[in-house]
């Protein structure tokens, strides 16, 4: 049984960074994509980032050049750094691997 938990979230001013953990366990990162979504406040849930098995990552052509999703291996760990935050970045991000998600960190960006 494959479980996520993400940390990291808070509450920070635009322009700052923050950087997300994905903590897996039942199955190991390696072999698997994991990827991180988000859903704001009365919208759908959209797909952020994702990292395949190879380490090969997409994104978002949106966010592109300001989040950075990255693993280690070592901690069956996925991360997502998010650099120069706006407003509008404000949602509860979730992690997702093998149809399975997280519970979600909530993350709030004033202006």
């Known amino acids: 049984q494959v479980q996520l938990v993400e940390s990291g979230g808070g509450l920070v001013q635009a322009g700052e960074s923050l950087r997300l953990s994905c903590v897996v366990s039942?199955?190991?990162?390696?072999?698997?994509?994991v990827g991180w979504w988000r859903q704001a406040p009365g919208k759908q849930r959209e797909w952020v980032a994702s990292?395949?098995?190879?380490?090969?990552?997409t994104y978002a052509d949106s966010l592109k050049g300001r989040f950075s999703i990255f693993s280690d291996i070592a901690k069956n760990t996925v991360y997502l750094q998010m650099n120069s935050l706006k407003s509008e970045d404000t949602a509860v991000y979730y992690c997702?691997?093998?149809?399975?998600w997280g519970q979600g960190t909530q993350v709030t960006v004033s202006s």
């Open positions: 997702w691997m093998r149809n399975s």
């Open positions: 039942g199955s190991i990162i390696r072999v698997n994509t």
């Open positions: 990292i395949s098995s190879r380490g090969i990552t």
